[in-house]
């Protein structure tokens, strides 16, 4: 069996590199002779190189190479990848990674395991525990072997196929971003151009290749700030730290087998569930599968739909065992593809473990933080004063008015002045003038002159600032205090229950990231939302609506108007694109005198 040698990758992450440097050095070689490249991108940061060079490595050649000139992520994985195909293959590590300590024991075994088979297009040093697509809960079935297989590529340490290298290589000579994007996910192919994920994806889809993947993971993700992400630790996962007796399956054998929306392959469940077996259907658990890759008759989903052949509940993990132990339920099911609901993204479903667990988590965090605002009232408070109960009554309002603000949090409304005039106070009346407790309101205007406020102001939130350029915008934005933000210009008035139909809908769908406030054309946007544009690299104003409107993942809304007359219809949220004529779609929330939601299928 080969032992494979180490190609780290680097260019401006000095404490990066020194983490991963560290781990591979701790890491278990089995006595064999480990040759170690360390390849940093040129223009990068002289530490990483000076890192490089007093690196001590015991356990085989240490060559180094720094490239004359920055290439950028996606050219600097190419050429690693060229590399280890001339070696006749290599362990690939960027430097936000850190491995096992029997990682390359792993990788040598798994690749003289899986490479004869020219279908399998590389090793996974790690195991997804959370989806790439929608970032969902995922787990794949254990089938008593030491991998699984997915349609999916991984970056956060790999092995690629040397025998097939140079055909992906051959594949996507010549080809455009835009060629790649036309096989690729949705999710994938919002991947910016420096990604070279999303070319080695749309390769294996159209040739129809696997990744194996471990079944504990051998590397972990740090998501350190850089180039194509800066996720923290949401990819964070358990290390194998025992020696394992590795037991691999070919792909024709395993009964974990997963496609490129972390799904599992239909003739897999089919196995598994003979009482499938006499439909011909599509998977569509997670719910976030595109149309175009759903072409049987029949669909297996977690979305909504009309009269369902079979039905599940959804309580399990992984996802597929509440159908193999048959748990009772409708939040999964078959039905006739022409009855799905493709509108209908069910995202909360999926998450419904951790937010059980959310308020005894943030119920005792809240608590902790209470205690430290008491502290100091008991000391101020006097000892005839009974001091500790003083102190207990300023405690529990001040934890109704935390509990209150996380049941109703802050609006932002950013009013635009364009003219001289008092319009944006009839505008900013009608905000505070509103049922909702707490809103500030942030206003724009051209002229320098800071407006005098109307009597009885006092004590409002309200911040007026000059406008200038689209950096200075966001500045304010961003200071202002609130997780909903809505931009008008002056002179519109809000209805009386606007914002608490707003703020149900954001707290009931969390996958909804705006509204549209129909028949004025205003969105209504998440914090999480301009966090996302702006660290995407979003500076523009005007393109800001156009990635609420148009990017993969953000799911919008419209509320408040009737199709005949416009007029505002309270607690009628319409979900998905918004068409031009304001139609609604076929499935439609409702909101009773209770608050609870009930599906109407008009």
């Not at 669909?299 to 309580?315: A, I």
């Not at 997780?483 to 954001?506: M, S």
């Not at 509204?515 to 939302?529: D, N, T, V, Y």
């Amino acid at each position: 069996m080969k032992s494979l040698p180490v190609i780290a990758i680097s260019w401006n992450r000095p404490p990066s590199l020194n983490r991963l440097l560290q781990s591979i050095r701790q890491a278990d070689y089995a006595g064999k002779k480990t040759d170690l490249i360390l390849s940093i991108d040129g223009d990068g940061n002289p530490e990483c190189v000076e890192m490089a060079n007093c690196f001590d490595w015991p356990f085989g050649e240490l060559k180094i190479i720094v490239r004359p000139e920055q290439m950028g992520l996606r050219d600097h994985i190419l050429a690693c990848g060229d590399l280890a195909a001339t070696l006749g293959g290599a362990i690939i590590l960027e430097e936000d990674i850190v491995v096992g300590q029997f990682y390359h024991s792993y990788a040598c075994e798994a690749a003289a395991h899986a490479f004869p088979d020219s279908r399998i297009a590389g090793i996974s040093l790690y195991k997804y525990n959370i989806t790439e697509n929608g970032f969902l809960p995922f787990s794949p079935v254990d089938d008593g072997y030491s991998n699984f297989f997915m349609r999916f590529p991984s970056s956060w340490g790999q092995v690629f196929n040397p025998q097939s290298w140079s055909s992906f290589r051959q594949w996507m000579e010549g080809k455009s971003d835009q060629e790649f994007n036309t096989s690729l996910p949705r999710f994938a192919a919002d991947w910016g151009s420096g990604s070279w994920k999303k070319i080695f994806l749309a390769w294996i889809i159209e040739t129809d290749k696997l990744f194996l993947y471990p079944g504990i993971s051998h590397s972990t993700n740090f998501g350190d700030p850089g180039t194509n992400a800066d996720r923290g630790d949401l990819f964070q996962v358990p290390l194998q730290n025992f020696r394992e007796n590795f037991s691999f399956s070919s792909a024709e054998d395993s009964q974990s087998v997963y496609d490129q929306y972390f799904e599992p392959e239909a003739r897999i469940v089919k196995k598994l569930m003979p009482d499938l077996q006499n439909f011909e259907f599509d998977l569509d658990l997670y719910g976030r599968k595109d149309e175009y890759v759903l072409h049987s008759e029949w669909l297996l989903t977690s979305r909504c739909g009309k009269s369902p052949v079979l039905t599940w509940g959804n309580r399990m993990i992984p996802v597929l065992q509440n159908l193999l132990s048959g748990i009772a339920g409708n939040e999964i099911g078959l039905y006739r593809r022409k009855d799905v609901d493709m509108d209908f993204v069910p995202q909360e479903k999926f998450w419904k473990h951790l937010s059980e667990a959310a308020p005894v988590i943030f119920e005792s965090q809240l608590m902790k933080l209470a205690s430290e605002k008491v502290l100091p009232l008991m000391v101020e408070a006097k000892a005839e004063d009974r001091a500790n109960d003083i102190a207990h009554v300023r405690f529990l309002k001040w934890v109704g008015e935390q509990k209150e603000r996380d049941r109703l949090p802050g609006f932002v409304i950013f009013i635009l002045v364009e003219e001289q005039g008092n319009g944006w106070i009839g505008t900013a009346e009608s905000a505070f003038g509103n049922d909702y407790p707490h809103i500030s309101v942030l206003c724009g205007r051209k002229e320098k002159a800071i407006p005098e406020l109307p009597a009885g102001w006092q004590g409002k939130s309200i911040r007026t600032f000059e406008l200038g350029n689209d950096e200075r915008l966001w500045l304010e934005l961003e200071k202002s205090e609130g997780l909903y933000f809505v931009f008008v210009r002056a002179g519109l008035k809000f209805p009386a229950e606007l914002f608490t139909d707003v703020n149900i809908i954001f707290k009931r769908f969390p996958h909804v990231n705006s509204i549209e406030w129909l028949g004025s054309g205003q969105l209504f946007w998440r914090r999480q939302a301009m966090e996302n544009y702006r660290n995407s690299g979003g500076k523009s104003w005007n393109k800001f609506f156009e990635f609420l409107r148009e990017t993969e993942g953000i799911y919008p809304a419209g509320i408040g108007a009737d199709d005949r007359d416009k007029k505002w219809k309270p607690g009628i949220p319409v979900f998905g694109k918004i068409l031009a004529k304001r139609q609604r779609k076929r499935q439609i929330i409702l909101k009773d005198s209770k608050g609870q939601f009930y599906l109407n299928d008009q």
